[in-house]
Nanobody, 115 residues
Framework: QVQLVESGGDLVQVGGSLRLSCAGSGSIARIYTMGWYRQVAGKQRELVATITSGGPTNYADSVKGRFTISRDNAKNTVYLQMNNLKLEDAAVYYC?????????WGQGTQVTVSS
């Protein structure tokens, strides 16, 4: 059974940094696109950043220049380095991956930003 497990969410002050990780486990032949999304209660889940298996990345305008997505294909893991965090970055962050043609989501990790 394939699973995505996120970690790294925490409470951080405005201007601080966090690094999220998402590791895929189980019977995995190939992971295509991996990405991070976030959701605030009462709002739709929104894209934060994606990265393809070949390396090209895509970012939401709101995080460009502050967040960096990367992946380690050997470890089936995607990372999100978040710098200069703002109050509006607070959300539950979800990992998404296309694995062997199917879409999987992680359980989410909470990022809280305090002033």
């Amino acid at each position: 059974q394939v699973q995505l497990v996120e970690s790294g969410g925490d409470l951080v002050q405005v201007g601080g940094s966090l690094r999220l990780s998402c590791a895929g486990s189980g019977s995995i032949a190939r992971i295509y696109t991996m990405g991070w999304y976030r959701q605030v209660a009462g709002k739709q889940r929104e894209l934060v950043a994606t990265i393809t298996s070949g390396g090209p990345t895509n970012y939401a305008d709101s995080v460009k220049g502050r967040f960096t997505i990367s992946r380690d294909n050997a470890k089936n893991t995607v990372y999100l380095q978040m710098n200069n965090l703002k109050l509006e970055d607070a959300a539950v962050y979800y990992c998404k991956a296309v694995i062997d043609g199917r879409v999987y989501w992680g359980q989410g990790t909470q990022v809280t930003v305090s002033s």
